[in-house]
């Protein structure tokens, strides 16, 4: 399974980015979706999630500037990114994972720089 992710790029504090990732049809409509980021040096962490239902969640740092979307004629998974600082510089990783088993997908990383 093939998750393609789109859309990083350099940026000054308080600009906007929007990451896509595109998923097979075969997944996306029974998998979470979501969006990871690992900055240098640390550990990947959560930036948001969304449900086959809509339902979102995101880490307390991200909340109120970025919003996850689904369009699900697409199979896309968008992450608008707002406001943003430069500690959410890192490799953004889109990620499929269908609740209670053990299935989950990564694509490849994307890089997102803030500069202050």
């Known amino acids: 399974v093939q998750l393609q992710a789109s859309g990083g790029g350099s940026v000054q504090a308080g600009g906007s980015l929007r990451l896509a990732c595109a998923a097979p049809g075969s997944i996306f409509g029974l998998y979470i979706m979501g969006w990871y980021r690992q900055a240098p040096g640390k550990q990947r962490e959560l930036v948001a999630v969304?449900?086959?239902?809509?339902?979102?969640n995101y880490a307390d740092s991200v909340k109120g500037r970025f919003i996850i979307s689904r369009d699900n004629a697409k199979n896309t998974v968008n992450l608008q990114m707002n406001s943003l600082k430069p500690e959410d510089t890192g490799a953004y990783f889109c990620?499929?994972?269908?609740?209670?088993?053990?299935?989950?997908?990564w694509g490849q990383g994307t890089l997102v720089t803030v500069s202050s």
């Open positions: 969304i449900t086959t239902g809509g339902v979102t």
């Open positions: 990620n499929a994972h269908r609740f209670n088993t053990r299935d989950t997908y």
